[in-house]
């Protein structure tokens, strides 16, 4: 399995930045990982033209119901349309600015996993919650409440349908913190232990889990490092192509 080495420009790079990032990476040598980028939903049909072949687009956020009056919002089939591959769900941005619940989280990942997308499920606990020694529990609810309901349940472990993991810790996204490799280390592996109890999926169909808090070109390779550790989810050190490609070569 390859490295994923993702990207979340969050509220960054309209159409023409995108498209400059996109021609930028289209002149690069491209390491031997996976790469996928999640920008703004405006700017993914520009970006989708300028990247090169066999780097993956992504969605920072999508609806769960196909159309309706909900002011503001996207469909899984509306960013298909535009390219997308991945779509983030669950982002902890999501969560604790805008309020979503775990079982809006699992209705998003129903409709991701329905429309053939590959849902990159962001899980993660504050800095309290670990203080208070709930890191486990945080963990598994919000895993768990994506696997609980029978037809997600069945879409990824009947179904053979794709599905990736971020484990990012809510305190070092943003804040230059960093979880170290012992902490990415446990982390992923109460996720690994539970993806195994709940979907069987190990060997030839794993679900890479990614750590995502504060990734930069100078720790990447060390996080990587870490076991059980698959691949990067990366903020603002995505936003600058060369300082992105870094990271990629790095760890590749």
């Not at 021609?23 to 703004?40: K, Q, R, S």
């Not at 913190?177 to 109890?197: M, N, V």
Request: hydrophobic share 45%; glycine share 12%.
């Amino acid at each position: 399995m390859r490295p994923i080495i993702a990207g979340n420009w969050k509220m960054h790079h309209g159409p023409e930045e995108a498209a400059r990032f996109g021609e930028a990476l289209g002149i690069a040598d491209l390491p031997p990982v996976e790469l996928v980028l999640f920008p703004p939903a405006i700017s993914l049909a520009a970006l989708r033209k300028a990247v090169p072949e066999g780097v993956a687009l992504g969605c920072q956020n999508v609806h769960w119901e196909d159309r309706g009056a909900f002011t503001g919002e996207t469909s899984v089939e509306m960013v298909r349309g535009a390219g997308a591959e991945f779509v983030l769900v669950g982002h902890s941005e999501r969560r604790h600015v805008f309020g979503e619940t775990d079982d809006q989280v699992a209705k998003k990942m129903a409709a991701v996993l329905r429309a053939d997308l590959v849902p990159v499920l962001c899980v993660g606990e504050t800095l309290g919650e670990r203080r208070d020694g709930r890191l486990e529990e945080v963990l598994l609810r919000q895993l768990d409440a994506v696997l609980d309901p029978p037809e997600l349940r069945s879409l990824l472990r009947d179904g053979g349908q794709r599905m990736v993991l971020a484990y990012e810790p809510v305190w070092a996204i943003g804040t230059g913190e960093t979880a170290t490799p012992a902490d990415a280390t446990e982390a992923h592996g109460i996720l690994a232990r539970r993806l195994l109890e709940r979907l069987g999926k190990e060997g030839t169909n794993p679900v890479p889990i990614l750590y995502g808090g504060s990734v930069k070109p100078g720790n990447a390779g060390e996080l990587m490092g870490a076991d059980r550790v698959d691949g990067v989810l990366v903020g603002g050190a995505s936003l600058d192509s060369k300082s992105f490609l870094a990271i990629a070569r790095s760890v590749a």
